[in-house]
């Protein structure tokens, strides 16, 4: 599976962003997918996951109530609608396919990675 995430940019504090994912190579409805974020100097964090059906979310407590995330199986693709977005979600922004996930985390790691795309956040 190839993924392409796009959507990144530079927002105000309190403003929206919505991130793409593209997949090519494979169908995206057998995996779950899943964002996760780098910010700089920092480990890599789990943001948020979907389940292959898109019947079950998942969302890290730093943005749960302010993202949202969704697939589309028959475009094969995913989203991350971000709303009232903080400076503290500057990071890089990677969509990933695979891995599972319970409550607030990642419980094993996805399989696929696609490139990341930027988002800064101006306070």
């Known amino acids: 599976v190839q993924l392409q995430a796009s959507g990144g940019g530079l927002v105000q504090a309190g403003g929206s962003l919505r991130l793409s994912c593209a997949a090519s190579?494979?169908?995206?409805?057998?995996?779950?997918m899943a964002w996760f974020r780098q910010a700089p100097g920092k480990e890599r964090q789990f943001v948020a996951a979907?389940?292959?059906?898109?019947?079950?979310?998942h969302y890290a407590d730093s943005v749960k109530g302010r993202f949202t995330i969704s697939r589309d199986n028959a475009k094969n693709t995913a989203h991350l609608q971000m709303n009232n977005l903080k400076p503290e979600d500057t990071a890089v922004y990677y969509c990933?396919?695979?891995?599972?996930?319970?409550?607030?985390?990642?419980?094993?790691?996805?399989?696929?990675w696609g490139q990341g795309t930027l988002v800064t956040v101006s306070s």
């Open positions: 979907i389940s292959w059906s898109g019947e079950t979310t």
């Open positions: 990933a396919a695979g891995g599972s996930y319970a409550g607030s985390y990642h419980v094993t790691e996805p399989g696929y």
């Open positions: 190579g494979r169908t995206l409805s057998n995996y779950n």
